[in-house]
């Protein structure tokens, strides 16, 4: 009999996969022995310069090259980026860096293309921040306007939400949102939906 210890990663709410049927149940509860969410690096943005010099020294060791350093620039740079890619972009922008630049010290001009922009926010986000409107109504209108979009249908408007159709009419029923898009396609009310169930 092999022992064998499975470590599984995903960037998804594999819960709610599960629940949509994108993600074997029984496969999950295997799975699902120990927990341990990480936080992507935008949200950990106080590990960055260990990180730099942990994965800087690993890449120098690894290809015998000799040690370079990064300036306080450089590092501050690096911790305004988004990370979209997480560690694993951050580990090759830092090796990029260091292949590329002819110095015994990185500085911003050494690191990748873009990395130095600042992040922009979109349009509409900063208006909503400006204006600190609260989460659950940002959330409503969002579905609203997706429903408004799909011209009431509901499965058109979870695809465009990327959630499942079942998760979308929770979130409608949340918000008070359900009754009123039913009705408006001829559909099933709450209460004569849930009596369907029961059935």
Known sequence: MANVCVIAATNRDIEAE????????????????FRLHVPPLRERREDIPELVQYLSERFFKE???PPKRFTEEAIATLRRFQWPGNVRQLDHYIQQAIVM???????????????????????FLQEILE????LEEVERQLILAALQRAG???SQAARLLGVSR?????RMEKHGL?????????????SEREGKEEE
């Open 152 to 154: 009431g249908n509901q």
């Open 101 to 123: 630049s002819d110095s015994e010290v990185i500085d911003v001009e050494d690191l990748p293309a873009g990395t130095e922009e600042p992040p922009q926010e979109p349009l």
């Open 178 to 190: 359900y009754e009123q898009f039913s009705r408006r396609r001829g559909g099933p009310g709450r």
């Open 131 to 134: 204006q600190g409107v609260p």
């Open 166 to 170: 079942r998760k979308l009419q929770y």
């Open 18 to 33: 599960v629940q949509a049927g994108r993600f074997r149940e029984d496969l999950f509860y295997r799975l699902n022995v």
């Open 63 to 65: 290809f015998d090259l």
